[in-house]
């Protein structure tokens, strides 16, 4: 959103040999971030919600299309370490069809490892003292056997897609 002042803060960062990680869901203005915010960075966490488009618009609010192609982009240019992760939602992310398509998106894109989210609830409450609705979210941790399952079945998709996770 502020462009010219995160080019100046990781300018500043960098002067001082400090190592940036940035975290994005990846809906920006590519050429904006390559040439003010991309030479600052060391590595980029990159969430990845849903392959499909309809999907995220669904849960979002929006369409994916822009942020699947920076993505694509940013693991084709290979200019900073990029680590897509998928936050892990109970009911939405974290079902097998959508991490089945988000491991072979990222195989076509050329990711070499994905990280899993765990889901954590404990944001919900912010959106009441912001005035917000409340989006419609599972209000609790997804249990732990829930969990496991989850990641051993992302896991399996990924050795069928040749991929690693972390």
């Known amino acids: 959103m502020y462009p010219d002042y995160l080019e100046s803060l990781l300018n500043s960062l960098k002067k001082h040999h400090i190592h940036v990680v940035l ?4 809906c920006f203005d590519y050429e904006v971030f390559r040439q003010q915010v991309l030479p600052y ?3 980029v966490y990159f969430d990845v919600k849903f392959a499909d488009p309809t999907l995220h618009e669904q849960h979002t609010g929006y369409r994916n299309d822009r942020i699947l192609r920076n993505l694509a982009r940013l693991l084709k240019e290979r200019t900073v370490v990029v680590q897509p992760r998928v936050p892990l939602v109970p009911g939405a992310t974290a079902t097998d069809g959508n991490l089945r ?4 998106l990222l195989r076509e894109m050329g990711a070499k490892e994905v990280s899993l989210l765990p889901y954590n609830p404990l944001g919900q409450e912010m959106w009441s003292k912001l005035g917000k609705h409340r989006p419609d979210l599972p209000a609790s941790f997804m249990p732990i056997h829930e969990e496991e399952t989850v990641c051993a079945s992302f896991k399996a998709l990924l050795q069928e897609v040749e991929m690693h996770t972390d």
């Open 23 to 26: 975290e994005t869901a990846g």
């Open 41 to 43: 960075v060391d590595l």
């Open 101 to 104: 398509a988000i491991a072979r």
